[in-house]
């Protein structure tokens, strides 16, 4: 069974510019989660998405957004980046919600973004 | 918002000694996760205790969990050096829209 894949591995944009991130998730998984890691701030909740709906976003400003699609996956879009969105980008996905608290999340191996 | 605070921040132990990770929340759970991270790459499910389990076992981890003192602690037993690595406490609560919360990990270093 594949895992949580994400695309691309590492990706360098410049200061100002749109950065565009994919997930997919394990076959049956409905929920997608994004989480941005940034040195020394440990794992920050982004975004959720559920059955194709934002069901929650963190603390983060307008210009984070994403979608999920009718196949499950998704995609994260980070618009006006600025130096400090230099981090790696984890996605995760998990069972329907009412199941997810008997298991954990899967998460990718992230992608890496670096903004110049 | 972090929820999960783990100590220690980093850890240093020889190879087949135990190694103990604690992580201490603020609010009310549903569960607690543990998560391995491999130098900078994706995290990876070790195990969930729920908020009504006290113990949970897997191999040569333990995990303990003491919902009135709001704190958990993790165990690796007999440590190798492949259990070299950044550990993760992650809460999950209903009332939190049902995002996993992360504490910024303990570093393990498990030296031959």
């Known amino acids: 069974e594949a895992g949580v894949t994400q695309s691309p591995t590492h990706l360098i944009k410049t200061r100002g510019q749109q950065a565009t991130l994919r997930c997919s998730p394990i076959?049956?998984?409905?929920?997608v989660y994004w989480y941005q890691q940034a040195l020394g701030l440990g794992l920050q909740f982004l975004l959720w998405y559920d059955e194709g709906e934002e069901r929650n976003r963190g603390n983060f400003p307008p210009r984070f957004s994403g979608r999920q699609f009718p196949n499950y996956s998704s995609e994260l879009n980070v618009n006006a980046l600025e130096l400090e969105d230099s981090a790696l980008y984890l996605c995760?996905?998990?069972?329907?919600?009412?199941?997810?608290?008997?298991?954990?999340?899967?998460f990718g191996s992230g992608t890496r973004l670096t903004v110049v | 918002s972090q929820q999960g605070e783990e100590d220690p921040q980093a850890l240093s132990i020889q190879e087949g000694e135990n190694a103990t990770m604690n992580c201490s929340y603020k609010t009310s759970i549903n569960n607690l996760q543990w998560y391995r991270q491999n130098s900078g790459r994706g995290l990876v499910h070790l195990i969930l205790i729920r908020s009504n389990e006290r113990e949970k076992h897997s191999g040569r981890l333990r995990v303990t969990l003491d919902t009135s003192k709001k704190s958990s602690s993790l165990l690796i037993t007999a440590s190798r050096a492949a259990d070299t690595a950044s550990y993760f406490c992650a809460t999950w609560n209903s009332n939190s829209g049902y995002a996993l919360n992360f504490g910024k990990g303990t570093s393990l270093l498990v030296t031959p």
């Open positions: 076959s049956g998984h409905t929920s």
């Open positions: 995760a996905s998990s069972l329907h919600l009412d199941r997810a608290t008997y298991y954990g999340y899967t």
